[in-house]
């Protein structure tokens, strides 16, 4: 091998692997340029900024849209929320049964917010809310 060849050695590889699999996945979680959450998408036929259809949110349920849990306590009462746990900072998984829950460490919160049970001693915060037509849009 002469100086002006480049040799790359295995470990070079690897690592470079490792850099670029590490960027994708942190593209891939970012917000994207319009400032909505990745994998968040405007219901068809919806508002601009509209974040779930009404008929989309269960009466007694919930559903989570990016960084948004959107409920429906009652019928006609929705309730917006954030989506991230107030425990440790993880994002909520589901909504189901009456309750909001968070995979990482147990959490659940109620439809409005509060906590049914720890390890988080602190509720959902608000993210307000509004029905526009058949469309749930940010207050």
Request: glycine letters at 16%.
């Amino acid at each position: 091998m002469t100086s002006n060849e480049m040799r790359i050695d295995r470990r070079t590889v690897m690592v470079g692997a490792g850099v670029l699999a590490a960027t994708a996945t942190l593209t891939a979680c970012s917000e994207e340029k319009d400032g909505a959450p990745a994998g968040a998408q405007a219901p068809v036929g919806g508002p601009a900024g509209a974040l779930a259809k009404t008929a989309d949110v269960p009466v007694g349920g919930g559903v989570i849209v990016g960084d948004t849990v959107i409920t429906q306590p009652t019928a006609g009462n929705f309730v917006g929320l954030s989506s991230t746990c107030t425990h440790a900072g993880c994002q909520v998984g589901n909504v189901s049964d009456g309750t909001i829950n968070c995979p990482c460490h147990g959490s659940r919160f109620g439809l409005d917010g509060s906590v049914s049970g720890g390890p988080a001693t602190e509720p959902l915060p608000s993210k307000p809310v509004r029905v526009e037509g058949d469309s749930i849009v940010a207050a």
